[in-house]
């Protein structure tokens, strides 16, 4: 009886779609995450084109970054030797770049290149080494490993500074203290605007 109960419950009440595995919500989901890759590698594939013409990033990870953009560059150099035909049209680019877009997330302020989550300063402060991807609000790009800042940041450190210094201001001379701590942010986000404004202009 109990299964023909239950027949009946999905006749009276059928179970939406989006709830069922492999239905709606799974495609709808599938659809999401296969526009986030080809919009991921769209912009790696920008950022690529600007290293090649001498914008660089900028931040802890941007030495890797450059090297892995070397590197695609010696594949195309290598298959141009071998085949004169092969020009590194944005095809074959992205093709070679996959391999990080695969493994980028987009913060507010750096692009974080979650290679080896072992180096992911953001699971060392939430204490989760194990974790699949970094948690949202724990990212220290002026501090993590593997991100990295590029002039599409520019604004919003530059109005970090702004708030900052007119909050400081406001700030009353007994709170020294809170001063001193506000004052050190600010120096850093003025450090990684200068170092922003140094890797574009190279």
């Keep these: 009886m109990g299964a023909v109960h239950e027949a009946f419950r999905e006749f009276q009440y059928p179970t939406p779609p989006s709830a069922r595995p492999g239905g709606a919500q799974a495609k709808f989901l599938a659809e999401v995450n296969a526009e986030e890759a080809e ?9 690529y084109r600007r ?87 724990m990212c220290d790009s002026a501090r993590c490993p593997q991100a990295t800042h590029h002039p599409r940041h520019r604004p919003v450190w530059a109005e970090s500074v702004r708030t900052k210094q007119v909050f400081i201001g406001s700030i009353g001379r007994n709170h020294k203290t809170e001063k001193a701590r506000l004052q050190a942010d600010v120096d850093r986000d003025v450090k990684v605007l200068a170092s922003i404004d140094a890797a574009a202009a190279a």
């Excluded at 919009?39 to 950022?47: I, Y």
């Excluded at 010696?74 to 992205?94: I, Y």
């Design 39 to 47: 919009r991921n590698k769209d912009l790696v594939l920008a950022e």
């Design 51 to 137: 290293y090649q013409q001498g914008e660089m990033p900028s931040g802890p990870g941007a030495r890797d970054l450059i090297s892995f953009f070397a590197s695609v560059d010696g594949k195309l150099a290598r298959a141009a030797a071998e085949d004169p035909t092969v020009v590194g049209s944005d095809q074959e680019v992205r093709a070679l770049l996959a391999e990080v877009a695969g493994v980028l997330h987009l913060g507010v302020a750096n692009y974080c290149w979650f290679i080896d989550p072992s180096k992911a300063l953001c699971l060392k402060l939430a204490g989760t080494p194990n974790a699949t991807k970094p948690p949202a609000g």
